[in-house]
């Protein structure tokens, strides 16, 4: 088939400007060692914080799912797609959430784009961190609201957007943010901008895609942090984890999540009000109109969280993990942002930076990619490091001196 013209072109500026992407293929089950090019690395890349992924117990769940329900579901969850296994899987996520209700995408972007466009349409407005992730800006866009973005944890600003005058020319107001960020592992504001919702009237969406099963008492994620009146063991580095307000509860209309990161499967959620979730049902097109997820999936990420809840010390020796390599970095002058969790980037500044150092990396045996725009910010080119609680403090060891190598 002919290439196209711009086709060729945009690929060539891509890599004059060292943006090109490419697949890497891995050869073996996600852990804290993988295979890649028919060698065995350490790893820094997965989002698998609690080392579920292999599990035996969720596998071997699955493999039960696939024996009754074969793989493939056959429908969307309207038609002939809904099945034992789903209802389940919601129910256990709205009592681990706390909500009265919870329903299964077949992805986390897909519930993002779920969520926003059966809340708001065109005329309403949608306030939104500049570094929320990219599913929120897509489905804020197919939603047709109106988009008005605050710089990253702007507190201040995101409350300027809902005064009286939008109020009037808006019919519904929405404020959106990830809890945690996916880029930097720093954290929102959350008991503040619960408050900007709560004095202006507008409802509030969370994604809580990489808080869930790291943070919170119960690993439930950063809301639940707050609404216990806990305080994350955060760098004082990070005024965002100060907690200013612990008087709520967050009043959050809808929390996304899911199954892919700390539950080590694929899919994701929305847990809210019974009626916010029949909403979803009805007016959520990513819901209706694609095929469910499969079943074994869904007892897969029943026994990852069932796991995650009996095991709280694969959350806690987690931390502790990345507490000690935050530590361990900033003694040696790294540049770490504003972490305060698992994810640690190592922010080197250009694209070809960050291309070196990840490669330096790869010659010494660990594989942690360069990130690089649009996925970040121009000039914050980073590594970044994602732990899991299959890392060993000897894991963080050869990780830094591999990393002060490469500088």
Same mark, same amino acid.
């Given at each position: ?24 293929? %891995?050869?073996? &089950?996600?852990?804290?060692?993988? /295979? ?43 038609? &002939? ?38 809340? %708001? ?32 944890? /702007? %507190? ?19 404020? %959106?943010? /990830? ?82 990161? &700390? ?7 929305? &847990? ?136």
């Amino acid at each position: 088939m002919p290439t196209p013209d711009f086709v060729r072109q945009t690929l060539n500026d891509l890599q004059a400007r060292d943006l090109y992407r490419r697949l890497v293929a %891995v050869g073996s &089950a996600a852990g804290p060692r993988i /295979d890649v090019g028919g060698r065995t690395v350490l790893q820094f890349a997965s989002n698998n914080y609690l080392g579920l992924a292999a599990d035996p117990r969720v596998r071997e769940a699955a493999v039960r799912a696939i024996e009754r329900w074969g793989w493939g579901a056959g429908a969307s969850r309207l038609l &002939a797609g809904h099945t034992d296994a789903h209802a389940a899987l919601e129910a256990d996520l709205a009592a681990f959430k706390g909500t009265e209700a919870a329903l299964v995408f077949p992805s986390g972007y897909m519930a993002n784009l779920g969520a926003m466009t059966a809340l %708001v349409g065109r005329g309403d407005l949608v306030a939104c961190d500049r570094e929320n992730h990219a599913s929120i800006y897509d489905a804020i866009r197919l939603s047709e609201a109106e988009l008005a973005r605050y710089p990253h944890g /702007d %507190v201040g600003a995101a409350a300027e957007f809902f005064n009286p005058q939008s109020a009037v020319r808006n019919p519904q107001l929405l404020l %959106v943010t /990830d809890t945690v960020f996916s880029m930097g592992g720093d954290l929102a504001p959350l008991g503040e901008l619960a408050e900007v919702c709560r004095t202006s009237g507008a409802m509030l969406v969370i994604d809580e895609a990489h808080a869930l099963g790291v943070l919170g008492p119960t690993g439930a994620g950063l809301a639940e942090t707050l609404a216990c009146g806990s305080r994350l063991n955060a760098p004082s580095a990070n005024p965002q984890s100060a907690i200013r307000n612990p008087q709520w509860p967050l009043a959050v209309t809808a929390s996304v999540g899911t199954l892919s990161k &700390a539950l080590g499967g694929v899919g994701g959620f929305v &847990a809210a009000s019974r009626d916010v979730i029949e909403l979803l049902v009805n007016r959520a097109r990513p819901f209706i109109y694609t095929t469910a997820l499969p079943a074994a999936a869904c007892e897969a990420a029943r026994a990852a969280l069932a796991i995650l809840r009996a095991e709280p010390e694969r959350r806690q020796g987690l931390l502790a993990l990345a507490d000690r390599l935050r530590r361990m970095l900033r003694e040696r002058d790294f540049n770490c942002g504003r972490s305060a969790t698992p994810i640690i980037p190592v922010i080197v500044g250009e694209p070809a930076r960050a291309l070196a150092m990840a490669a330096a990396l790869l010659d010494r045996g660990i594989f942690c990619p360069a990130i690089r725009p649009p996925t970040v910010p121009p000039g914050t080119s980073r590594l970044r490091i994602s732990l899991t609680a299959e890392h060993t403090e000897g894991d963080l060891d050869q990780l830094v001196q591999a990393l002060v190598a490469a500088r």
